[in-house]
């Protein structure tokens, strides 16, 4: 069976080319980029060569980048990394509730350890509103940490104006922007941004390894301690074939962006209007403009998610569910519920994110048989409602 992949949030196919990049740091040129002779020289190169197109891709110069093992790496050593160099100006942090893990444990564990958080709200779509941030800054704030772009229903956030409000107060901005390289345009100088996690599995470079961008000036501590490589900021001898790998998406990734997100958005648009028509009470999650071009939210309400995900994974679709089952009981995403999504709604979301690898003919497939699929649940589930039976499928 075929399998038709929506899934690119959780993270995405290696491009054929990245592996190209990569295979060379992977055989003969397998030298360490901090020695002297050829084969570190070669390898040095290949960091540095990677360092430059991750720059181009979000408009930073190339010695602002510091490659880490990924996206939640970067946002902890963005907040912690700030809250370590700035503890004698302050002790609060600004984020939102809608986080990415990475960034709420972070700030939950600071919270442990003498940090104040404000955790802020979002509206039914998922908006941030900057005059709350405005508002929730205090002569103690270090940080502002704000995602760019929603994970779990693509909400994409008002970076440039809570961006400008960091800059009018001196107070650092970090942004979690692994959801947006390779679909939406970033630029760190236009948006204001001081501090940027990006991470290369998300748009077809390899697992474990991604980059924080550290604008010049702003002074963080590193949270690995060593050999002092990445300027100091992340010391251990370079995942070079990954780092060759990241630059290879980096540079893709522009063109993707420019060229073929809107085909992207016409799939997902389809899929969108398919579904919406047929299954009714049908909620389309997150903003209804505002969201990344590949992300399609919705939620089936009496129905759960993962029976759904479970059913089309039989149809040989891969979707992710937006809230987890738990034996008898339904755990909703702290997203979902910050959006103000009601119990019984939220535990039927199925998020389909898309990718280019995608066609027209698959997305057809996945709306029909998500259609079928959720009307052979309704009618299983009403008889369960009947019976007085409340189970978690
Ligand atoms: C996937 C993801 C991360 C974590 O990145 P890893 O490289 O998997 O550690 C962080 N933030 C967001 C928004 C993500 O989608």
Redesign the pocket.
Known sequence: MKTVYLDH???TPLHPDVLKAMLPFLRHSFGNPSSAHALGRKAREAVEKARGKVAALIGANAAEIVFT?????A?NLAIQGIARARKDRGNHIVTSIIE?H??LKTCQYLERNGITVTYLPVDRHGIVNPEDVRKALTDKTILISV?H???EVGTIEPISEIGRIAAERGIPFHT?A??SAGKVHIDVKEMSIDLL?I????FHGP??I?ILYIREGIKIDPILHGGGQEGDMRSGTENVASIAGLGKACELAKETVAVRMDEIRKMRDALEERVSAVVPGLVVNGHPLSRLPNCLSVSVPAIMAETIVRDLDTRGIAVSAGSACTSHSVEISHVLSAMGIPRETAQGTVRFSLGIINTPDEIEYAAFSFIEVVEKLKTLSEIEGSLGSRRCY
């Open positions: 949030c959780a993270t093992s990924g996206g939640t790496e946002n990415h990475a960034v995602m772009t929603n994970n979690d692994v959801q996690s991470s290369a599995h998300k697992k474990g991604g």
